[in-house]
């Protein structure tokens, strides 16, 4: 369990340690030193004094918050809560533990519901911290700081006082010493209302989990490194649905919303009703992009393919830097053609050939039309996403006589049965 040293965690700590002899407890303390104060030294010892009397065992360990802060881009508070999650994951795996017990109280969930509804969450997020939520349990969460510090003096327990906690400069605590009293002179039981609505939320938030998952199912298919969604199908949704399953959609994909804010699913509604078919944004952890219509879900955007280029002197078999081979034969006769086979006459094609990736510009010169089209406007005409462009496979004589998989150019086709022929074939292990 959790122990700073302070009161919630302290009676928290007593609590379980006086169960532990009528339970089968086993009960592991660990402690965090976030380096954020001179006296948090005095507070690493006060615990493991307290660990000492108790006869249990302490694991604990300093961070420089403020360092991480500054490495991570994060905020002091964000930084401090993602180090601490991080620790007790980590002790609680190595001794082996079932559940982290933490000490937030009832004035901690109203402070929390506060502070998300400042920071613009969505409705889930009024839900806030829950009861048991995987690994982590909070059994004070329907018990206020009076309650908790009453308890302490009934015992004759002490703790330590966090300076930090009076601390202006920090949100949370603006929120409990500033916010929260000035709320009281309209409702005395604001911070039990609060609290109460987050409970409801979350029954709520229960619910919605069982539509989710059932709609899910409906819009998605798992892609080869993500999640993809059928945009038609999600935009069939109720909006307020839609909202939820692109929500879990990031939890999928990232492993936890921490950093998620209610404008960045609002990024991914705009990609989802934007007019232009291709766009992607980057948000914490995780790449989104529209492709027609598709979202594709990735924890990072795929890798630019380098653009390459391969000179052919004669028949043969040349390996491709994305995967396949393109091999080049000449033959008696035609054999026919398909999407991934060509033919020309051999009398019209001359070597060298050179195999290629797309480069602005390109054209090439389709029958039933004066001149050349550029590859860009066959490719918008044929769908083709952003990655699939990139990794379009070009083959050019004296210009592009075929664009592989897609389209060859119009001429230089074999003249008869008995014409000699130059016969190109793309073998792809992915396709």
């Not at 389209?407 to 008995?418: D, F, K, N, Y």
């Amino acid at each position: 369990m959790a122990v700073s040293g302070g009161a919630d965690s302290v009676a928290l700590l007593h609590l379980f340690h006086r169960l532990a002899g009528d339970f089968p407890l086993f009960l592991t303390v660990a402690h965090l030193d976030h380096g954020m104060r001179e006296e948090s030294l005095h507070d690493a010892d006060f615990v493991r004094a307290l660990c000492g009397d108790l006869q249990l065992p302490l694991v604990s360990s300093r961070i420089d918050v403020p360092a991480l802060a500054r490495l991570r881009s994060r905020g002091a508070e964000e930084a401090a809560r993602e180090a601490r999650r991080e620790f007790l994951l980590r002790i609680a795996a190595d001794q082996d533990c079932q559940v982290i017990a933490l000490g937030h109280h009832r004035n901690d969930q109203a402070e929390t519901v506060l502070h998300r509804l400042l920071r613009g969450t969505g409705l889930s997020g009024l839900a806030a911290m829950q009861w048991c939520n995987g690994p982590f349990i909070r059994p004070f969460l329907d018990f206020s700081r009076d309650q908790i510090q009453h308890y302490l003096a009934a015992e004759g327990l002490s703790w330590v006082e966090d300076a930090s906690n009076r601390d202006p400069a920090y949100t949370r605590n603006r929120i409990r010493h500033e916010v929260l009293p000035l709320l009281c002179q309209f409702n005395p039981r604001v911070e039990e209302h609060l609290a109460r609505l987050s409970r409801r939320v979350a029954e709520e938030e229960d619910f919605w989990r069982i539509e989710v998952e059932q709609a899910l199912e409906q819009v998605s298919r798992q892609g080869h490194a993500g999640p993809v969604l059928e945009r038609q199908a999600l935009l069939q949704l109720h909006p307020a649905l839609r909202a939820r399953v692109l929500r879990h959609v990031l939890l999928l994909v990232r492993g936890d919303l921490l950093g998620i804010a209610a404008s960045h699913l609002g990024a991914v509604e705009q990609l989802l009703q934007a007019e232009r078919p291709q766009a992607a944004r980057d948000l914490p952890g995780v790449w989104v992009a529209r492709r027609y219509d598709q979202l594709v879900f990735r924890t990072e955007p795929p890798a630019e393919p380098e653009p390459f280029e391969i000179v052919v002197h004669g028949p043969g078999r040349y390996r491709l830097p994305g995967g396949g081979c393109l091999e080049v034969g000449l033959c008696a006769a035609p054999s026919g053609e398909g999407a991934f086979a060509v033919e020309f006459d051999s009398g019209k094609v001359s070597f060298p050939l050179r195999i290629r990736s797309p480069q602005p510009g390109d054209r090439i010169r389709l029958g039933g039309m004066v001149g050349r089209k550029r590859l860009k406007k066959l490719f918008i005409e044929e769908r083709m996403d952003h990655e699939a462009r990139r990794r379009a496979v070009l083959v050019e004589a004296d210009e592009i006589i075929w664009a592989v998989g897609l389209r060859r150019c119009a001429e230089r086709r074999p003249a008869g049965p008995r014409c000699r022929v130059l016969r190109l074939v793309f073998n792809n292990p992915e396709s």
